[in-house]
């Protein structure tokens, strides 16, 4: 399924309060969030535990949906990862389950409107704006990003204010995207090396 023009946000957990977070959801008229952390625990805000925050949203009467295990930013596949544990985003987007959970992602924007969830406030070096986001503008969705404050950014403002804009895809298959320029912007070591706390 191509996204034509669903419109799907993004954002990031932050050390908001419980509060805050469930504000800024109902401020942008959230139905569901679909969290794409690989490991949906948080060490210093508890609150967004997965289970924590499934309730939480619930309560908000706001749907929630992980897909972490397809989309996230830490794949379990070593393959995914260069020699220093940087992620290889083009390998990631070319795999069977990624490419599910995107068409699944696109579905649900048709009817609802979508906000994918990870931990940073700012998406200019989360994986939510750098892996997926990229990917379903590529599709033809619409992506904002919900900042901490309320304000919404484009990619194109986000680009802009922290001169990372998104690596073009050359014509064909993700695996031709130059890998170099399409991987984790920080080092997150492969799946044994890694921490159990994402």
Do not use: N
């Amino acid at each position: 399924m191509i996204a034509g023009m669903v419109r799907v946000y993004t954002i990031g957990h932050s050390s908001h309060g419980a509060e805050r977070f469930v504000e800024l959801l109902r401020g942008h008229g959230v139905e569901v969030v679909v969290d794409t952390r690989s490991v949906p625990v948080s060490r210093y805000a508890p609150q967004f535990d997965r289970e924590a925050l499934k309730e939480l949203v619930a309560a908000a009467g706001v749907k929630y949906l992980w897909l972490g295990d397809a989309v996230g930013g830490r794949p379990r596949d070593e393959r995914c990862y260069d020699a220093e544990g940087r992620v290889l985003y083009g390998r990631v987007a070319a795999q069977a389950e990624f490419l599910e959970a995107v068409e699944r992602i696109e579905r649900g924007a048709a009817e609802f409107r979508v906000a994918l969830l990870c931990s940073e406030e700012d998406p200019a070096h989360c994986h939510r704006r750098l892996l997926i986001a990229r990917v379903l503008m590529g599709r033809g969705a619409e992506v904002l990003h919900i900042r901490g404050d309320g304000t919404l950014e484009t990619d194109a403002e986000v680009a802009r204010r922290s001169g990372k804009a998104l690596v073009e895809a050359q014509a064909g298959l993700f695996g031709e995207i130059e890998e170099d320029a399409w991987r984790s912007t920080g080092v997150i070591g492969k799946p044994a090396a890694r921490s159990a706390i994402g």
